[in-house]
């Protein structure tokens, strides 16, 4: 008696059964890998797109730095010759404009940003 006429399967009814398993196991993985690779891209453009964002960013603050550096200098020339007027005024406006120059120089320290970093 053969394993067919026992109602068992045979080597080939298993071995096809078997490929189908497989055949939707390679399936699934497709599926799968495909949608990862889509949402894989998707970050990717979110990330590019940010970057973008961040070098944008980036260079406002260093044409703001710049600006500031140079507004600085300019006022330092400013206050340069205000100190000079100071040494030529007599009495009650030479004391005040002593006082509106070291008032000025303080909060020039205090805020002075630190130096820009090179742009890449």
Do not use: C, W
Not at 60 to 87: D, M, P
Not at 94 to 117: D, S
Request: net charge negative; aromatic share 4%.
């Amino acid at each position: 008696m053969d394993m067919e006429q026992q109602g068992l399967p045979s080597l080939e009814d298993m071995a096809l059964e078997q490929m189908k398993l497989y055949a939707e196991d390679l399936r699934e993985l497709y599926r799968l890998e495909r949608r990862r690779r889509e949402e894989l891209a998707e970050e990717k453009l979110i990330l590019e797109y940010r970057l973008k964002e961040l070098k944008a960013l980036n260079e406002l603050f260093q044409s703001h730095l710049k600006e500031r550096f140079e507004l600085e200098e300019v006022l330092k020339e400013l206050l340069e010759e205000l100190k000079r007027l100071a040494g030529e005024l007599q009495g009650r406006p030479a004391e005040r404009l002593e006082k509106l120059i070291a008032r000025a120089e303080v909060r020039i320290t205090k805020t002075k940003p630190a130096a820009p970093e090179p742009e890449q």
